[in-house]
């Protein structure tokens, strides 16, 4: 069973960091793509980061080039999030998730639940 369970949202100040995880079961990141992606309060959903194979070069939005690192340990099957620089902007439910193109919603099979990101002084 697949199964994604993210953790390590919380409050933060603007320009503050933060890591967020997610565990993965009943698959390998080596024969799959993986997605980080948000939806931000009364918004629909944005793409963050991707990550092929957990080997290639991950893939980022205009919007978190340059401030958020994704990886993967293939030892624990968990994937991370570094968010640097947080803005008010980030503020969202940050979901994990896993698929076979990350530039269409519709080859997401997976989710994980979310876990709440709020930046704010």
């Known amino acids: 069973e697949v199964q994604l369970v993210e953790s390590g949202g919380g409050l933060v100040q603007p320009g503050g960091s933060l890591r967020v995880s997610c565990a993965a079961s009943?698959?390998?990141?080596?024969?799959?793509?993986m997605s980080w992606v948000r939806q931000a309060p009364g918004k629909g959903l944005e793409w963050v980061s991707a990550l092929y194979r957990g080997i290639s070069t991950p893939y980022y939005s205009d919007s978190v080039k340059g401030r958020f690192t994704m990886s993967a340990d293939h030892a624990t099957n968990t994937l991370y999030l570094q968010m640097n620089s947080l803005k008010s902007d980030d503020t969202a439910v940050y979901f994990c998730?896993?698929?076979?193109?990350?530039?269409?919603?519709?080859?997401?099979?997976?989710w994980g639940q979310g876990t709440q990101v709020t930046v704010s002084s």
């Open positions: 998730a896993k698929t076979w193109d990350y530039t269409d919603y519709r080859a997401y099979d997976y």
């Open positions: 009943g698959f390998t990141f080596s024969r799959t793509a």
